[in-house]
């Protein structure tokens, strides 16, 4: 597991002056004062900033050229849109690995979380040599910047609640280190560590997923059959998360995991062959047993090949749905399993 370190840690309060520090370079700022005096509420402050600065690189929006900033590729995507809620700067932000972590812990109290609660969790998961300080000395802006963008909140008694606000700009909570859970465990570290393990030992069978999950997602019908299924999993209150691997799991009543396959008559067996194997080694890697497993294909199975979907279901227990112009099709049994996808 990928533990906190100093550098995940932003300093720069104000979500919004970030946004405003690409904006400052893209207009020509080079330096921690030059952009301090751009941004409104900083002036004069080379301290503040260098803080903006850092924050900007951490997203990946501005690099240090010989103490001077300049803008990143990503940052012309932003700039073509300059707003808090641009898909290209909602990402960078949920991909630090300070909210890679936070998020998830969120998730498994929905009634709740104290600062210190909070607190507590993240100095468990940090590098020894981050100091037990300084992560207390951060909290106030690592909470701040979820806060901004609407992916966390406080309730009526205080504490800090996650809100599920992905959309169709951003359908997907995408989870960078492979290792880490994707459906909701306990905090306890013995279980992070359990996953870590699995993964270890399955290092080339994974590399081998991760290159077919690379090539599968460049269809832009698997792109879709994602899309599709990600938001009927929102609608329905769940926040559908992905990885390298895993194209979609999600917790609701119970613990899902879900492959999608483009197919056409020619391949669709060897690509529900390859779901079903891929769909049993990824509950195994994520150690959830009970998780229920769904393979999505692109089109409906042809005459030739309909026994496969008795056997999915009946014999292997594993759920098989399709896509048919943007509704999502499949048996009687899935769609009493599945009744939150509203498959016809």
């Known amino acids: 597991m990928r533990r906190i370190k100093s550098v995940d840690l932003?300093?720069?309060?104000?979500?919004?002056?970030?946004?405003?520090?690409?904006?400052?370079?893209?207009?020509?700022?080079?330096?921690?004062?030059?952009?301090?005096?751009?941004?409104?509420?900083i002036e004069g402050d080379d301290r503040q900033g260098r803080y903006y600065r850092r924050a900007a690189e951490m997203l990946g929006f501005i690099k240090n050229e010989r103490n001077n900033a300049v803008l990143t590729e990503k940052a012309s995507l932003l700039?073509?849109?300059?707003?808090?809620?641009?898909?290209?700067?909602?990402?960078?932000?949920?991909?630090?690995?300070?909210?890679?972590?936070?998020?998830?812990?969120?998730?498994?109290?929905?009634?709740?979380?104290?600062?210190?609660?909070i607190l507590n969790?993240?100095?468990?998961?940090?590098?020894?040599?981050?100091?037990?300080?300084?992560?207390?000395?951060?909290?106030?802006?690592?909470?701040?910047?979820?806060?901004?963008?609407?992916?966390?909140?406080?309730?009526?008694?205080?504490?800090?609640?996650?809100?599920?606000?992905?959309?169709?700009?951003?359908?997907v909570f995408e989870v960078q280190d492979i290792d880490q859970p994707l459906l909701p465990i306990t905090a306890e570290l013995a279980e992070y560590q359990e996953i870590e393990q699995r993964t270890?030992?399955?290092?080339?069978?994974?590399a081998y997923f991760k290159s077919q999950a690379r090539l599968d997602r460049a269809a832009s019908a698997h792109i879709s059959l994602v899309n599709i299924v990600a938001r009927?999993?929102?609608e329905n209150g769940g926040i559908p998360k992905a990885n390298q691997l895993i194209d979609l799991a999600v917790r609701l009543d119970e613990?899902?995991?879900?492959?999608?396959?483009?197919?056409?008559?020619?391949?669709?067996?060897?690509?529900?062959?390859?779901?079903?194997?891929?769909?049993?080694?990824y509950r195994?890697?994520?150690?959830?047993?009970?998780?229920?497993?769904?393979?999505?294909?692109?089109?409906?199975?042809?005459a030739s090949h309909s026994w496969m979907l008795e056997y999915m279901?009946?014999?292997?227990?594993?759920n098989l749905i399709w896509d048919g112009n943007d509704q999502l099709y499949g048996s009687e049994r899935t769609r009493r399993d599945l009744n939150f996808l509203g498959i016809l």
């Open 10 to 41: 932003p300093q720069a309060d104000r979500l919004e002056s970030v946004l405003l520090t690409v904006v400052a370079v893209g207009n020509g700022a080079r330096t921690d004062i030059e952009i301090a005096n751009r941004v409104p509420g």
């Open 79 to 117: 700039l073509q849109n300059v707003a808090i809620n641009n898909p290209v700067f909602v990402v960078s932000v949920l991909n630090l690995e300070i909210y890679q972590k936070l998020l998830p812990y969120l998730e498994l109290y929905p009634q709740g979380c104290t600062r210190q609660e």
């Open 121 to 171: 969790y993240l100095q468990s998961i940090a590098d020894p040599d981050i100091g037990r300080t300084m992560i207390d000395r951060r909290i106030s802006t690592i909470l701040s910047w979820p806060k901004t963008l609407n992916f966390i909140d406080r309730n009526q008694d205080g504490g800090y609640v996650l809100i599920n606000n992905f959309n169709e700009q951003n359908p």
């Open 200 to 206: 270890i030992n399955a290092r080339e069978e994974i």
């Open 232 to 234: 009927r999993i929102r």
């Open 255 to 281: 613990d899902y995991i879900f492959e999608m396959k483009s197919t056409t008559e020619n391949n669709v067996k060897s690509q529900i062959r390859k779901g079903l194997s891929q769909l049993y080694e």
């Open 284 to 302: 195994y890697l994520q150690n959830k047993p009970e998780a229920k497993l769904v393979l999505v294909v692109e089109k409906p199975l042809g």
């Open 313 to 318: 279901e009946v014999d292997r227990g594993i």
